[in-house]
């Protein structure tokens, strides 16, 4: 998944074809400080994502370059910045579930998160994870 939260507004075309590059990957040290690096290998991938979502991945990539520039994080932390893995979680299990796909574990609201446990998040578990879509696409 580190490949995907270091994915920049510059690294998404759509003409001639709609394509992305994976150019960096999250790196988080012992004290847990994240920094972008070259990804596995040291060598740039690209594929393709699928028409079905062009126009949508379109809107947040204009949004993203608007508001940072062409460097700018495509999936930040909700304060800016590298998001961490526990912050993406929830998104993609909000995600999966909307496009109907099966969950491992099923979406709900936990309670007892945060600042004296008077919180909630949106817990559940998806089939696939954002790796597993390389695979598919690769197919």
């Given at each position: 998944?580190g490949?995907?939260t270091?994915?920049?507004?510059?690294?998404?075309?759509?003409?001639?074809?709609?394509?992305?590059?994976?150019?960096?990957?999250?790196?988080?040290?012992?004290?847990?400080?994240?920094?972008?690096?070259?990804?596995?290998n040291?060598?740039?991938?690209?594929?393709?994502?699928?028409?079905s979502?062009?126009?949508?991945?379109?809107?947040?990539?204009?949004?993203?370059?608007?508001?940072?520039?062409?460097?700018?994080?495509?999936?930040?932390?909700?304060?800016?910045?590298?998001?961490?893995?526990?912050?993406?979680?929830?998104?993609?299990?909000?995600?999966?579930?909307?496009a109907?796909w099966?969950?491992?574990?099923?979406?709900?609201?936990?309670?007892?998160?945060?600042?004296?446990?008077?919180?909630?998040?949106?817990?559940?578990?998806?089939?696939?994870?954002?790796?597993?879509?390389?695979?598919?696409?690769?197919c």
């Open positions: 998944m490949w995907l270091a994915l920049q507004a510059d690294d998404i075309e759509f003409t001639p074809a709609r394509v992305v590059h994976v150019r960096r990957a999250v790196e988080r040290g012992p004290s847990g400080a994240a920094a972008l690096k070259p990804p596995k040291g060598k740039v991938r690209t594929t393709i994502f699928p028409r979502l062009a126009n949508e991945m379109r809107v947040h990539v204009d949004d993203a370059r608007a508001a940072g520039g062409p460097q700018a994080l495509l999936f930040p932390a909700a304060r800016g910045g590298i998001a961490r893995r526990s912050e993406f979680q929830p998104i993609w299990a909000r995600a999966a579930d909307a109907g099966p969950m491992k574990r099923p979406l709900r609201r936990s309670a007892g998160y945060g600042e004296k446990g008077k919180g909630w998040r949106w817990t559940g578990a998806a089939r696939w994870q954002p790796h597993d879509l390389r695979h598919v696409a690769a």
